[in-house]
Antibody, heavy 120, light 111 residues
């Protein structure tokens, strides 16, 4: 059974760096074809893709946020980490990590999401 | 194009058929990339509803169907039920982004 779970701070101050960890279960981040994506959703708004990392360490970023994002994977811990620098109140929202597959590009499984509020 | 415009909202009585459109461009849907649809209830994570433009994952009722034509795609819900009241999002791959693009979202209301 594939599951993903996000963990990180619920509150960050403006200009701080956010670090979120996605713990994977039921699959390995090093298995061929596997991708793990981060997606966010501001309150009452639409989904927004942020970043994606594939099993072979190929990394993709949303162009509008690329300068602020870093995605990495830890094969030994089977988790994926997203960092976002210079947080702003506009970055408030629920952050999801999700399982995807190279080639199909569908997002087959989602974590429950974690709400991050940016406020001083 | 960083987002895919969708029909903002649709409503229908139980048993009726409703459709949601998703408009892409030559770098995503129009380039031949598949469209995927997700259903989201308030306060919960999205769930994959349609993949590969027309396919339903196991467990998704067959009243949900997807189609794609050119640079656009549609999601149809036939025999609308109260439990279908939710937000729906389309998603595709975009070659200019080298990543994913989501739709603006559609709210389905059951009257």
């Amino acid at each position: 059974q594939i599951t993903l779970k996000e963990a990180g701070p619920t509150l960050v101050k403006p200009t701080q760096t956010l670090t979120l960890t996605c713990t994977l279960s039921g699959f390995s981040v090093s298995t061929g074809g596997v991708g793990v994506a981060w997606i966010r959703q501001p309150p009452g708004k639409a989904l927004e893709w942020l970043a994606l990392i594939y099993w072979d360490d190929d990394k993709r970023y949303s162009p509008s946020l690329k300068s602020r994002l870093t995605i990495t994977k830890d094969t030994s811990k089977n988790h994926v980490v997203l960092t976002m620098t210079n947080m702003d109140p506009m970055d408030t929202g629920t952050y999801f990590c999700a399982y995807s597959r190279w080639g199909s590009h569908s997002i087959d499984y989602w974590g429950q999401g974690t709400l991050v509020t940016v406020s001083s | 194009q960083s987002v895919l415009p969708q029909t903002p909202s649709v409503s229908g009585a139980p048993g009726q058929r409703v459709t949601i459109s998703c408009t892409g461009s030559s770098s995503n849907i129009g380039a031949g990339y598949d469209v995927h649809w997700y259903q989201q209830f308030p306060g919960t994570a999205p769930k994959l509803l349609i993949y590969g433009s027309t396919n339903r994952p196991s467990g998704v009722p067959d009243r949900f169907s997807g189609s794609k034509s050119g640079a656009s795609a549609s999601l149809a819900i036939s025999g609308l039920q109260a439990e279908d009241e939710a937000d729906y999002y389309c998603q595709s791959y975009d070659s200019s982004l080298s990543g994913y693009v989501f739709g603006t979202g559609s709210r389905v209301t059951v009257l």
